[in-house]
């Protein structure tokens, strides 16, 4: 105890009773993740906060659901008792700007994408420090793209498997100027 103490004095820095969320993230992610991730729906920075969890966890669906129900709310307005007009679908609206749409993401398609994006990192950045404690955990002997699930996952590491599928689809080989490939 007296370490912890001294530790404390020295960094400066309260000691918490309770770890319910780190940067933002949730700590630990239960049986109800929609609950763990509740945090994050705020209609201030409805776009910017997901984008940072998304890169780490597979969000519910129906959280996405609710983030999106938001986004609309605000794009269209929103009245307690009474609707608005409505003047574009949102499936237009999630099109590309150069499609003729708005741009709004997808989330759950947004959300896969970014989990591939760390899983490619884990694939092309075998000294990276997160890398090794991945590999010696999840897949001591091959590759990402090998990896299964395994026995009592994190929730970060299930999040991130579950995109390896969109990674595989995209590889292909690229000829290069011979001496590599």
Known sequence: MVDKKAILAIVGVPATQRYDT???LPALVGKSRTAAFKGILDPAVIQAIPSYCMGIFLLPNDLCSDINSQMRKFWWGHQENGTRINWMSWGKMGMAKASGGMGFRNLNLFNRALLAKQSWRLWKEPESLVVKIMKAK???DG?????????????????????????KEDLFWRIGNGATV
């Open 138 to 140: 999840y897949y001591p």
């Open 143 to 167: 590759s990402i793209l090998d990896a299964k699930v395994g026995a009592k996952p994190s929730f970060a590491w299930r999040s991130i498997h579950s995109s390896c599928d969109v990674l």
């Open 22 to 24: 780190y940067l933002g």
